[in-house]
């Protein structure tokens, strides 16, 4: 079983940053892909940025230029470097671990974009 534990969301004035970690209990070159996703109250869950088990990272197109996803495979981490947030990133912030049969999922930590 997968467990992934994120932290680092809180309160941000727009056009400041955070960073979010996501701590994975297996080794992350286990999983085909990791990466995160967000969900605004009353929203589907969408895919913020994602990491390949080879490098490859994909960004939604409103958070391109702004995010960055990266990893630590030693420590079993991965990031979501968020730069330049806007009141529109406000959402509760999930990392997604994907292997070939299963998703695993995080508990969430909530990003506050407000002044």
């Known amino acids: 079983q997968v467990q992934l534990v994120e932290s680092g969301g809180g309160l941000v004035q727009p056009g400041g940053s955070l960073r979010l970690s996501c701590a994975s209990s297996?080794?992350?070159?286990?999983?085909?892909?990791m990466g995160w996703y967000r969900q605004a109250p009353g929203k589907q869950r969408d895919l913020v940025a994602k990491?390949?088990?080879?490098?490859?990272?994909s960004y939604a197109d409103s958070v391109k230029g702004r995010f960055t996803i990266s990893r630590d495979p030693a420590k079993k981490m991965v990031y979501l470097q968020m730069n330049e947030l806007k009141p529109e990133d406000t959402a509760v912030y999930h990392c997604?671990?994907?292997?070939?049969?299963?998703?695993?999922w995080g508990q969430g930590t909530q990003v506050t974009v407000s002044s």
């Open positions: 997604n671990g994907k292997s070939l049969r299963y998703d695993y």
């Open positions: 990491i390949t088990v080879g490098g490859t990272t």
């Open positions: 297996v080794n992350i070159f286990e999983l085909n892909s």
